[in-house]
């Protein structure tokens, strides 16, 4: 099992940034996929973004594609979603999920992390 503690989320303007981070400890990384979903009041967990950790393929959900981008830090297992022209949309908490896997196959099912980080709030005002 893998611990993930997201920060970084708060309030920012529609057409402004934000950048999440998640440090990761207690598992290798190099066997996992990272991914980011997010949750609005009254709705189902959504994804957002994944990667495998080791490879160079990442998957993005159509919403936020262009606009947001996943990334990692290896050197201290920290795992990124820089965040830009937000939208009101966008306001959800967002999590840092991990699972073991060598693909982004199946990455979009929030079914498939076992492990989660507590999320963090991120709120886009119009």
């Known amino acids: 099992q893998v611990q993930l503690v997201e920060s970084g989320g708060g309030l920012v303007q529609a057409g402004g940034s934000l950048r999440l981070s998640c440090a990761a400890s207690g598992r290798t990384l190099s066997s996992y996929v990272m991914g980011w979903f997010r949750q609005a009041p009254g709705q189902e967990r959504d994804f957002v973004a994944a990667?495998?950790?080791?490879?160079?393929?990442?998957d993005y959900a159509d919403s936020v594609k262009g606009r947001f981008t996943i990334s990692r830090d290896s050197a201290d297992d920290t795992v990124y979603l820089q965040m830009s022209s937000l939208k009101p949309e966008d306001t959800a908490v967002y999590y840092c999920?991990?699972?073991?896997?060598?693909?982004?196959?199946?990455?979009?099912?929030?079914?498939?992390?076992?492990?989660w980080g507590q999320g963090t709030q991120v709120t886009v005002s119009s």
């Open positions: 999920a991990g699972r073991i896997g060598y693909t982004t196959y199946g990455a979009r099912n929030p079914a498939a992390y076992p492990d």
């Open positions: 990667f495998q950790w080791s490879g160079s393929r990442t």
